[in-house]
């Protein structure tokens, strides 16, 4: 008789967050009783960081996810009780501080010896200022480079029960998990790639449970107000099975997967990451029980020899005033405040550019050509909104919209008003030798 082969050593993942905001009980469901190694929390957009660094400037302390200490006050002492180890890019704008709170919060939960590593050398604004000077927006608040997985490999080579990093490529927060448990050589770029998809199939956590799949009458999905978050099973060989918790709502299906495979990818054949580039178009994606995919066959390619910077800068603010209008006649009367509100901006001087008058429901989204088509509807909500110099002329916006209640059509009511500064987020380009990553330690 032959030998029975041994057993593929695997390393399962579960998704945490796929954004700042996202729901925090699928998560603790994974901590409390998923069988994973690793859970990770994506929480960072294109602008979130910029966003931060806002922040930190205002508050030294401050410039991390406003919900980390909320998820490590709900996940930590069931992963340290259970042996999951956490990988989460909510230390943005400020990795270090973001830690320093971690281990405060293990502290008060009486979890002794937790090693949190906050990954540092993401911040490039130096390095651009001093090479592209001359081509970097005025107002430029924040650049941050995408780092790859090396350093958090490096911390959890270290120990690290907690990986705090700012700006990491989305992926690499997951592949780092399995190159450091499996041990794939720096120039696998096979496996490499395969555990690259492996973090792109999770790094959005619901939506590859049907949360952004679900189109009611079209693709139908159950229970969405409990919807599990994803979790992947990786073998050594980099095949992916993508699965949920039982009695969790959702699915994964075919289906799910192969939308979040191509999601975001410009050119299945050359998605390029800080880690590696990856190609897709060998992929497969076949079902292998309920709730359970498979995802094989995809390859990969050298890395870039440069990283993508995320640069965030200062471009004014934005006023913006609401009013809804109901019943017969209802478009003519909303028609008529916008015009109204027009007027008054041009007769008060309001300085202003890049105006927007709009019926939401009716034409905001694509315009009156597209919608014009539909019948008219019963209440409409208008909205103006423009970009300004400053805020005090953004604050303008809204309050011509509030004139309405006595000023303007009959019948409106319900205004809203808001000023939000702007952030603009523009890519560049910096050398990988150019970019110095560093881990900081800290012990309960």
């Known amino acids: 008789m032959s030998p029975t082969p041994a057993a593929s050593r695997v390393v399962r993942l579960g998704a945490g967050a796929g954004y700042s905001g996202d729901r925090i009980e699928p998560a603790i469901e994974l901590a409390e009783r998923g069988e994973i190694d690793y859970l990770?929390?994506?929480?960072?957009?294109?602008?979130?960081?910029?966003?931060?660094?806002?922040?930190?400037?205002?508050?030294?302390?401050?410039?991390?996810?406003?919900?980390?200490?909320?998820?490590?006050?709900?996940?930590?002492?069931?992963?340290?009780?259970?042996?999951?180890?956490?990988?989460?890019?909510?230390?943005?704008?400020?990795?270090?501080?973001?830690?320093?709170?971690?281990?405060?919060?293990?502290?008060?939960?009486?979890?002794?010896?937790?090693?949190?590593?906050?990954?540092?050398?993401?911040?490039?604004?130096?390095?651009?200022?001093?090479?592209?000077?001359?081509?970097?927006?005025?107002?430029?608040?924040?650049?941050?480079?995408y780092l790859g997985a090396e350093p958090i490999i490096e911390a959890l080579a270290g120990g690290a029960d907690v990986v705090i990093?700012?700006?990491v490529a989305d992926s690499s927060l997951f592949l780092a998990p399995l190159v450091h448990e499996l041990g794939w050589d720096a120039s696998d770029w096979t496996r490499r790639a395969r555990g690259a998809a492996a973090g792109h199939l999770l790094e959005c956590a619901g939506q590859i449970t049907g949360g952004y799949f679900a189109d009611p009458g079209v693709k139908d999905v159950e229970g969405l107000a409990r919807l599990g978050f994803p979790m992947a099973e990786v073998d050594e060989d980099g095949r992916i099975v993508v699965t949920k918790l039982a009695g969790t709502g959702g699915c994964v299906t075919t289906r799910t997967c192969t939308e979040q495979l191509l999601y975001e990818v410009h050119d299945p054949a050359a998605y390029v990451t800080?880690?590696?580039?990856?190609?897709?178009?060998?992929?497969?994606?076949?079902?292998?029980?309920?709730?359970?995919?498979?995802?094989e066959g995809v390859t990969g390619h050298e890395r870039p020899?440069?990283?993508?910077?995320?640069?965030?800068?200062?471009?004014?603010?934005?006023?913006?005033?609401?009013?809804?209008?109901?019943?017969?006649?209802?478009?003519?009367?909303?028609?008529?405040?916008?015009?109204?509100?027009?007027?008054?901006?041009?007769?008060?001087?309001v300085k202003?550019?890049?105006?927007?008058?709009?019926?939401?429901?009716?034409?905001?989204?694509?315009?009156?050509?597209?919608s014009r088509a539909g019948a008219e509807p019963y209440e409409v909500r208008a909205r103006v909104s423009a970009r300004c110099e400053s805020a005090c002329q953004a604050r303008r916006i809204g309050d011509e919209v509030e004139t309405l209640y006595t000023n303007g059509p009959a019948g409106g009511g319900g205004v809203s008003k808001s000023v939000r500064e702007i952030v603009a987020v523009t890519s560049a380009f910096v050398g990988r030798d150019d970019v110095r990553p560093s881990i900081e330690w800290t012990v309960t």
């Open 40 to 145: 990770v929390f994506e929480c960072l957009a294109e602008r979130t960081i910029a966003l931060a660094q806002l922040e930190r400037q205002r508050d030294p302390a401050l410039g991390y996810d406003p919900f980390l200490e909320a998820r490590m006050r709900a996940v930590l002492a069931a992963c340290r009780r259970r042996g999951i180890r956490v990988v989460t890019n909510a230390g943005a704008a400020n990795p270090a501080s973001a830690a320093a709170m971690v281990a405060g919060v293990a502290r008060e939960l009486g979890l002794d010896g937790l090693r949190v590593a906050a990954v540092l050398g993401d911040d490039v604004l130096d390095v651009l200022r001093r090479s592209a000077a001359s081509e970097l927006p005025a107002d430029v608040i924040s650049a941050n480079a």
């Open 305 to 349: 020899a440069t990283l993508k910077v995320s640069v965030g800068s200062r471009e004014g603010w934005v006023g913006e005033g609401q009013i809804s209008y109901a019943g017969p006649g209802a478009v003519a009367r909303a028609r008529l405040a916008l015009e109204i509100v027009r007027e008054r901006l041009r007769i008060t001087g």
């Open 274 to 295: 800080p880690d590696v580039t990856v190609d897709l178009t060998d992929a497969r994606v076949s079902e292998v029980g309920a709730d359970r995919v498979a995802v």
């Open 165 to 167: 990093t700012g700006r």
């Open 352 to 370: 202003h550019h890049e105006l927007r008058a709009d019926l939401v429901g009716v034409d905001a989204l694509h315009g009156d050509a597209l």
